[in-house]
């Protein structure tokens, strides 16, 4: 009797030591909300200009909001020395149906391991690109625009539409304000170490009032190493991850660089920065994205356009935003992207405003609206007359295209 009461005794205490050197987190966020948008694409048939009309709907705001609804768990374990082991798995998924986001992916928003020293900390798995970790936070789609005031089609990936798999990032601790990351995705491909290969890298400072962020992102084969991640996507070269052309039953996907799969190799490059004013913050980010090498059918994607050269896009972007009270923030962002193309006369030019208000109920809950008005004009990566195509919603059936949006945001 006296070694099972010992025994009982010394597993509650070992049992009491795991539980004090280790924690997990269920965490989440849930955006939902109604818009209202125009021109909203319904079908392109082969011959035709594309048809469409105005629509009234609810969104996750993944879809037409500030960010996606999701839910996870993250935990850490006290290995000592300084040294801890960590985790996290993200599922994503649309609050107005249930199903999952990301293609259909169980944590398809995040899921990776790792260690956290002093020296740094280095992870493995599914997770964000350099981008997303250094610029998005100074970006008018990292603060109030959320996903449908990003880029055109989300274009240099500040609203993390796109995640990488099979990842090692490492990111360094913060010394003054600064740090600093990289990463790198292995291709997978027997026989072709480099190919379908990724690899990005940034850095970033904050002090006071003044923050800045910059990164590098490079894609081999863009099509499949970048779009092509999700359990849903292609794994192919006949296949056109990136988006598609449209239907006389379907709208286009992706208008904007669709056109461009057969990139052999994708570069983006982002410099951010923003000031604080009293209760006025004022950013400036300009992000230029390249689609090298196109007419890579082999390895890379289809090229139905015949494609050749480079095509490039130069994005600046001006934003504000006002502290009115401790619960009331308003702001307001304007972007120009033009597109350039080798061997090619036209291009395409797309100018986006966008103007939104949060009020905060609570520390967990927020009530929000956002207006959103792009045009688009000149001949985009689909060969055709372009189209606005707000990111996240369905691309306009002309060159013009607003959507408002009125939303409510949970955390847990």
């Known amino acids: 009797m006296k070694k099972m009461l010992v025994a009982v005794a010394g597993t509650c205490a070992l049992t009491g030591m795991a ?14 909300g109604v818009n209202y948008t125009t021109n909203v694409q319904t079908s392109k048939p082969a011959n035709g200009a594309p048809v469409g009309g105005s629509q009234f709907a609810m969104l996750d705001g993944g879809l ?15 290995l000592g020395g300084g040294w801890k082991a960590l985790f996290q798995l993200e599922s994503g998924m649309n609050i107005n149906n249930g199903s999952l986001g990301q293609g259909g992916a169980m944590f398809g928003r995040q899921a990776f391991v790792g260690l956290s020293g002093s020296p740094g900390t280095v992870t493995f798995g599914r997770q964000y690109d350099s981008m ?46 600064f740090t600093f990351g990289g ?15 990724f690899w990005s890298v940034g ?17 081999r084969n863009p099509n499949l190493s970048y779009f092509g991640t999700n359990p849903n996507s292609s794994t192919s070269p006949t296949g056109n991850n990136m988006g598609f052309a449209g239907s006389a039953t379907a709208a286009q996907y992706n208008p904007v660089y669709a056109g461009f799969a057969s ?7 982002g410099v951010a920065t923003t000031y604080g004013i009293g209760n006025f913050t004022l950013g400036v980010n300009y992000t230029n994205t390249r689609f090298d090498s196109l ?11 015949n494609y050749s050269g480079s095509a490039v896009f130069d994005s600046p972007e001006v934003n504000i935003q006002y502290q009115v009270s401790p619960a009331l923030r308003l702001g307001a962002a304007y972007n120009y992207t033009h597109l350039k193309r080798a061997n090619y006369a036209n291009g395409a030019t797309y100018n986006q405003y966008s103007a939104g208000a949060d009020y905060a109920l609570s520390k967990r809950t927020v009530v929000y609206g956002i207006a959103v008005f792009q045009t688009a004009s000149g001949t985009d990566s689909l060969n055709q007359s372009a189209v606005a195509s707000i990111d996240g919603l369905t691309p306009s059936a002309t ?5 408002f949006r009125v939303g409510l945001r949970h955390y847990f």
């Open 19 to 32: 539980r004090a050197q280790s924690n997990v987190t269920l965490y989440g966020l849930i955006d939902a």
């Open 64 to 78: 037409g909001g500030i960010s996606g609804s999701r839910w996870g768990l993250k935990g850490t374990e006290d």
């Open 132 to 177: 997303r970790d250094f610029v998005q936070s100074y970006a008018a789609t990292g603060q109030l625009s959320g996903v449908i005031g990003a880029r055109p089609d989300d274009l240099d990936n500040l609203a993390d539409s796109r995640r990488l798999n099979n990842v090692i990032k490492y990111t360094s601790p913060k010394f003054k304000g």
């Open 183 to 197: 990463l790198y995705s292995i291709g997978g491909i027997a026989g072709a170490p480099g190919r379908n290969q």
């Open 203 to 219: 850095m970033s400072y904050a002090n006071g009032p003044f923050g800045f962020g910059s990164a590098y992102v490079n894609a």
């Open 263 to 269: 990139a052999h190799t994708m570069q983006i490059f």
């Open 295 to 305: 007419g890579d059918t082999a390895t890379s994607g289809p090229n139905p356009y």
């Open 399 to 403: 060159s013009r295209q607003a959507s």
